[in-house]
């Protein structure tokens, strides 16, 4: 059979395109993970990289739905602000547009009457894996493969088109063929890697890599007391936190959320106990602050091939991530402003969760890899969507603009 469209990677991004493409076209969608949509938080090694440096923790979840089967759940919409700052080349206007049918596409209908695009908002909702939740094996147009490896593309003759592309499974090599486009879904990572080996024309990808370090920090009681007033204010509805305290109405720079202590440490009801009988004698505090900082580019952040570790015959990459000593200091001096204090150390800094930037958006061939449109430069009909797309790192969480890309990309295909 021929396909319209062959999407690499199940998470958020292919999950979202898949259902947003039209239903008479016939989609193929494959991936390398080896283990089915269940929702386990379980994570592994990075099939596809090689080295990373020690303080990055890149997650892998080797499950169809990609790292959706990891995530906290949380939903951010991008604010005003902030999408500007990060330069996206298409008008607010139009992300809301996508963001109201993602809304819908979500079900997220209560959140919806209290949406007020001028704020940023973080939300909660119990979604779990994307891939599951959009239940696309129902649909009769959609093909799904796990385990199967890109080995070969097939291009048309002048190389400015792909026509199919051969996957290696455990039996055996096979050449899936499609008429109109290739869309990479397969993450930060999984998107540089397919660039820097199979589309070569492109030299860009990678020179970037951008996150946003999560930064816990205990506090004391007064300044706890005071975030927890704040939060009653504008907790409106149970699901939505509101996070905008310390964020400067025009240019934000970080948010910053109150979050109990023991979360991530331990779930147990005997250390929770502990914790609260420390805060109320005062002794330790039950509360963090947790910091979310963007990040600007930086030479000391990149992704490269790695000439002597393979897969299936295509170089791994090698992962460098540093944060610079000014920058740290920068953070630290912003934190230390709110909760008044010299910190020395943090008590849990996150980062790896969210990789952005890799192969940015932009009008500029000489530095962007794929144009307004996510088309990749210098090919005909491959396209890119996820946060390696994302022109430059925010400090929102990632997946819901992720998703808007996929539905624009989708809404895009189907007119071209
Ligand atoms: C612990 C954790 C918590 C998080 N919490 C949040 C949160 O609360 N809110 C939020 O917004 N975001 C969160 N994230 C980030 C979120 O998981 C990602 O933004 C989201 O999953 C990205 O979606 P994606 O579809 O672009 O890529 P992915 O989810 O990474 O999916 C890519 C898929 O492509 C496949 N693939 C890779 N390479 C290839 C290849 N060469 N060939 C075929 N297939 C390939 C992979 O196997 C994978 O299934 C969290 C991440 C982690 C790890």
Request: hydrophobic share 35%; proline share 3%; charged share 25%.
């Amino acid at each position: 059979m021929i396909y319209d469209y062959l999407i690499i990677g199940s998470g958020p991004a292919g999950s979202i395109l898949a259902k947003s493409l039209p239903t008479k076209s016939k989609i193929l969608i494959v991936d390398i993970a080896k283990n089915s949509d269940h929702y386990k938080t379980q994570n592994f090694k990075h099939p596809l990289i090689n080295f990373c440096t020690s303080n990055y923790k890149i997650r892998y979840s080797n499950r169809l739905g990609g790292n959706s089967v990891l995530w906290n759940n949380k939903l951010s919409i991008l604010s005003p602000h902030e999408f500007r700052d990060m330069g996206f080349l298409f008008s607010y206007d139009e992300y809301k547009k996508y963001s109201s049918e993602i809304i819908k596409i979500l079900n997220l209908k209560k959140i919806k009457k209290k949406y007020n695009p001028t704020f940023l908002e973080v939300f909660r909702a119990k979604l779990d894996n994307i891939f599951t939740l959009m239940n696309l094996k129902k649909n009769k147009n959609i093909k799904i493969l796990k385990g199967h490896f890109p080995v070969k593309i097939i291009f048309d003759k002048n190389k400015k088109r792909v026509k199919g592309i051969t996957f290696k499974n455990k039996i055996k090599n096979k050449t899936y063929y499609f008429k109109k486009n290739l869309v990479l879904c397969a993450g930060n990572f999984g998107n540089v890697f397919m660039i820097k080996n199979f589309f070569k024309k492109n030299r860009n990808s990678g020179k970037i890599l951008c996150d946003h370090p999560h930064i816990s920090i205990n506090i004391d009681f007064t300044l706890s007391k005071k975030f927890l007033e704040f939060k009653k204010k504008f907790n409106y509805e149970k699901k939505i936190v509101y996070e905008k305290l310390y964020t400067k109405v025009n240019k934000p720079l970080y948010t910053v959320q109150l979050k109990k202590n023991f979360d991530n440490k331990s779930k147990s009801l005997f250390f929770k106990f502990v914790n609260i009988i420390l805060h109320k004698l005062k002794i330790k505090s039950f509360y963090n602050l947790e910091f979310v900082f963007s990040q600007k580019k930086n030479k000391s952040r990149s992704i490269d091939l790695n000439s002597y570790s393979k897969i299936e015959n295509s170089k791994k990459l090698d992962v460098f991530y540093k944060i610079q000593k000014k920058e740290l200091e920068n953070i630290k001096d912003n934190i230390e402003q709110i909760v008044k204090r010299k910190i020395s150390s943090f008590s849990e800094l996150v980062i790896g969760n969210h990789p952005c930037c890799s192969n940015p958006m932009g009008k500029n061939k000489i530095s962007s890899v794929v144009d307004k449109n996510l088309k990749l430069n210098k090919y005909k009909n491959v396209y890119l969507c996820g946060s390696d797309v994302f022109p430059n790192s925010g400090l929102t969480n990632p997946t819901f603009t992720i998703m808007v890309l996929s539905r624009r990309l989708a809404k895009y295909l189907s007119l071209n």
